[in-house]
């Protein structure tokens, strides 16, 4: 009868737990402000800090950069791969950003990487949905002088 009681118990316990455990957990980043987001990015691609690498980004995320005058699309799942990779590598760079649009729903921001012989220019789109702003969208240009 003892035992009959401590299994019932344990099979109650172990039931209510896992109904407890399995509810979902909000995204870190889903309260950030939009330029909290644009900073992560930068630590991200230009500092090497990679923690919230994996909440940046939505699922249909696309970075085209150009590769020998040819226009090259990398995805999400590749750019966080790369930029794991890299944790802990800083570019021998100044960066600053600014917005080119902003408003409640969607963002586009210009983010200058100014290295000592060229300019970079990250145009990074991002949009506020339910798990909070994220990246859906960066186009890579590199101005002439």
């Known amino acids: 009868m003892k035992t009959l009681i401590s299994l019932i118990a344990t099979t109650v316990f172990t039931l209510v737990s896992s109904f407890v455990f399995a509810g979902n957990f909000p995204e870190p980043v889903k309260f950030v402000k939009v330029e909290s987001i644009i900073d992560q990015y930068i630590d991200a691609t230009n500092n090497g800090e ?10 249909d995320f696309k970075y085209s950069t150009p590769n ?68 859906s969208n960066v186009t890579v240009t590199y101005p002439g002088k």
């Open 50 to 59: 990679t923690a919230l690498v994996d909440h940046l980004f939505t699922e």
């Open 68 to 135: 020998n005058g040819k226009n090259e699309i990398i995805y999400r799942s590749s750019l966080v791969k790369y930029l794991k990779n890299n944790k802990g590598v800083k570019l021998n760079a100044d960066t600053d950003y600014s917005f080119v649009e902003k408003n409640d729903d969607c963002s586009i921001v210009k983010v200058t990487t100014r290295f000592k012989n060229f300019d970079r220019y990250d145009y990074v789109t991002l949009c506020n949905s339910k798990d909070g702003w994220k990246i």
